[in-house]
């Protein structure tokens, strides 16, 4: 046995070292560090002598692991997670030497000086470490059961729209639960929606559920529209509007909408609205979930009337629509990077009563705003909004957050309007969808940042009426929403240029300098990640092969290029959330780079890529076909070979910002290693090191913020104040949703509900339950 255990190990360390010699090689050639070709040197080196059996082995290696951290300490200092891959797997090799088989085996007989004290010690480090770990991750203790006032109107109690108001502040003003009783959070119910699709479609439950009354309403990834009882979850009415799924590669729906008829009585004079992946816009009673016979046809609308020909999978509803003046107001997910001439991105608004067409916004003609001519259609391929929006009742204006015109990462055939408006916030009139405002977050985007969140409203003293636009880019914008002027500073700055033929590039870029950024830590070869000196190595080839010359550095087709922050963000769909009472900004942001590179059309044809089709409709992540311009684009995370990021910790981090002076209040990291690991496999073990994460979260005038998102599946509730850490509780997959507070007169207490379903890209597992927490029935 010792004999075998002694040539195991030094067939690792030969391979190990001749990986790091021929890998440090490479970098070294690349202007990387020499570091890594030394230490394989050092590792043939001993074990050849570990081979002959010479005892220089143990002491040659040791002092190697002593340079090893001089050398890692002077590169990142005393960061935990920068030296972990640097010294933990040499120090385990080295740990090997110090045992009696391979002293032994080396003509070592007499016991290691302290030996017996070494491996009990070791032991215990371990042992404590992990333990520590999840005594750490608990749930905190129980606290006070003092509980907090009832709402002071029945208003407070509901939850009306996504986001609670329609300027999407994610703010609950109730206060029953508490920072001093929030440990008594318990499990009340939890609702089942069943399986949806046929199994083969990725699905992400990632409903903001709304309340109005005594009906809690939500809808489910085929588009199912279910009403349940807020105290206890029972199922009232359910609705299946036989959605054709056919081509839908992610069944989402992020919520519904709720209207009240002025005036009217009886059936569906309260109305729920939900629009669907085959691209239909449905009225139901909210008292039954039958349709409304006086809404379009029979209860619907179809959108994709004035879209032409529209391929399957091309084009669908996954937000729910905004409402303003008695208009639904909505746009469309357009999929990504295809081709040229993809279906319109024409935002539409819909009478609420009627369902009569009211207006149309088409990029493709800004001033006119009504139907196509008979025979033509609204212009393919203009920038889409798929995001959900924002309404201000007052100003009567819909904030409208746009993506790109179709592909995503060339944009050499873009007109004119196209540039004006992607990536952009835009303020339409409400009634007629004329053009208020815009503000441009990214000018000539090529590289997916479309405006993936809702813009947030929010009132400051002296009558400032505000908005804040969060972003991909991690930038957050905060302009005065009824002129689109920034309150806080935003500056154009200098970006890097050289880009590939027939394309073209913004000499500057818009910076919000009046809010910190959320991009996370710029990348640099030292800041490349890995659980081994063989995978950091890896990454830190890859990243000096790549192209990266800071945030906004163009694709090109000679080398990848670094872009960061990636498509995750920065700030993805779940926003911010605002508590008013504090002037604070809550923020989760993503730590995470993409690695693309544009591939000529000559290469893509080779390779067989080709636009997507009903028939295979994969993740929007991989090879764009880009069909009509000269290149396609390969498009992924920026991971190392054991699908870990390269970057180091932390990926995910949850923030504060006082709106006030725009400064960091505090910052943390966001999420454990319990759910996540190499190989996509879980570590289960709740190390803190900040995780991807996507989802929102949700401010209470009490002074909490509860908040899934996380790759981890927890749902977690925060100090809004200081960012201390209250409650956790463990979810049956990632809360990748936003969550939602409401009253329940019939036990008179808060609930706080979540839909944790998981996401399939995220890797954080999958359910289909909603789940609700509340404090013990007194």
């Avoid at 080295?94 to 085996?105: E, Q, S």
């Avoid at 085929?222 to 349940?228: E, P, R, S, T």
């Avoid at 959900?388 to 790109?404: A, F, R």
């Amino acid at each position: 046995m010792q004999r075998f255990l002694n040539a195991a190990f030094l067939i690792v360390l030969v391979v190990t070292g001749l990986s790091l010699a021929w890998l440090g090689g490479r970098l070294l050639m690349l202007g990387g560090s020499p570091w890594y070709l030394l230490s394989g040197l050092v590792m043939v080196a001993v074990a050849l002598l570990g081979w002959r059996r010479v005892p220089l082995s143990i002491a040659l290696f040791w002092a190697f692991l002593a340079a090893n951290l001089t050398w890692a300490l002077w590169e990142v200092g005393l960061d935990g997670w920068a030296l972990a891959p640097r010294l933990a797997m040499p120090l385990c090799l080295g740990l090997y030497m110090l045992t009696p088989y391979y002293r032994r085996h080396v003509g070592r007989s007499a016991p290691l000086p302290g030996g017996r004290v070494l491996w009990p010690a070791l032991a215990l480090i371990v042992g404590a470490s992990i333990g520590l770990a999840f005594w750490a991750d608990r749930t905190p203790a129980a606290a006070s059961r003092i509980w907090g006032p009832a709402p002071a109107s029945a208003a407070d109690g509901d939850w009306i729209a996504y986001g609670n108001d329609r300027g999407g502040s994610r703010y609950s003003p109730l206060e029953q639960i508490s920072p001093f009783n929030v440990g008594n959070l318990e499990p009340t119910w939890t609702y089942h929606t069943g399986k949806v699709g046929d199994g083969k479609q990725g699905t992400a439950f990632q409903v903001n559920p709304i309340k109005v009354g005594n009906r809690l309403f939500l809808c489910a990834g085929n588009n199912d529209v279910i009403a349940l009882d807020p105290e206890t979850g029972r199922q009232l009415w359910r609705h299946n509007p036989k959605t054709d799924l056919v081509g839908v590669y992610g069944l989402v729906c992020r919520g519904v909408t709720y209207y009240r008829v002025p005036g009217a009585t009886g059936a569906c004079a309260e109305r729920i609205f939900t629009a669907t992946l085959d691209a239909r816009l449905i009225a139901l009673d909210a008292a039954t979930g039958r349709p409304c016979p006086g809404f379009g046809r029979g209860g619907q609308v179809d959108l994709k009337t004035g879209l032409g020909q529209v391929d399957k999978g091309y084009y669908f509803v996954t937000s729910p629509p905004a409402l303003v003046r008695g208009r639904l107001v909505l746009g469309g997910w357009v999929t990504d990077g295809q081709k040229i001439r993809e279906p319109s991105g024409v935002v539409r608004a819909f009478d609420a009563v009627t369902g009569d067409f009211a207006w149309a916004f088409d990029i493709g003609r800004p001033d006119d705003h009504g139907l196509p001519a008979p025979g033509a259609t609204f212009t393919p391929g203009t920038p889409n909004s798929w995001a959900p929006m924002s309404s201000d009742e007052t100003l009567g204006l819909v904030y409208v957050p746009t993506g790109n015109a179709t592909p995503d990462y060339f944009g050499g055939h873009r007109t004119a309007n196209d540039d004006r408006y992607a990536s952009s916030v835009i303020a339409l009139d409400g009634m007629t969808g004329a053009v208020r405002w815009s503000f441009q977050t990214t000018h000539h985007d090529l590289w997916d940042y479309d405006v993936p969140a809702q813009s947030t409203l929010v009132d400051l003293p002296g009558g400032v009426r505000g908005l804040l636009q969060p972003t991909k880019r991690g930038e957050i914008f905060f302009l005065d929403r009824a002129t689109g002027k920034p309150i806080l500073p935003v500056e154009e700055r200098p970006v890097p240029q050289g880009v590939v033929p027939g394309e073209r590039l913004s000499k500057t870029q818009p910076y919000s300098v009046g809010i910190p950024s959320f991009t996370g830590p710029r990348p640099t070869e030292r800041g490349m990640w890995g659980l081994t000196p063989i995978d950091q190595a890896i990454c830190r080839i890859r990243f000096r092969e790549a192209r990266f010359d800071g945030d906004m550095t163009p694709l090109s087709t000679q080398h990848p290029t670094i872009t960061w922050p990636g498509y995750l963000g920065g700030i993805d769909w779940g926003g911010v959330s605002v508590d008013p009472r504090r002037g604070l900004m809550i923020v989760n942001n993503n730590q995470v780079g993409n690695y693309n590179r544009l591939i000529p059309r000559a290469e893509a044809d080779r390779r067989g890529i080709k636009p997507m089709n009903a028939i295979h409709m994969g993740d929007v992540g991989g090879p764009a076909a880009q069909q009509g311009v000269p290149y396609a684009a390969q498009i992924a995370p920026f991971l190392s070979p054991l699908a870990i990021p390269c970057q180091q910790p932390p990926y995910g981090r949850i923030n504060a910002v006082d709106l006030k002076t725009g400064k960091m209040v505090w910052s943390r990291l966001f999420g454990t290693s319990r759910d996540s690991g190499p190989l996509a496999l879980p570590t289960f073990v709740p190390i803190p090191m900040g995780v991807p994460n996507i989802g929102g979260s949700v401010a209470t005038a009490s002074g909490l913020t509860f908040i899934g998102a996380t790759q981890e599946h927890a749902f977690r509730a925060y100090d809004t104040a200081t960012g201390r850490l209250l409650w956790k509780a463990r979810l049956p997959a990632g809360g990748n949703a936003s969550p939602s507070s409401y009253w329940s007169n019939a036990s008179g207490r808060q609930f706080v509900v979540i839909a944790a379903g998981g996401h399939g890209a995220m890797l954080s597992g999958s359910s289909d339950q909603l789940i609700a927490y509340a404090l013990p029935k007194k």
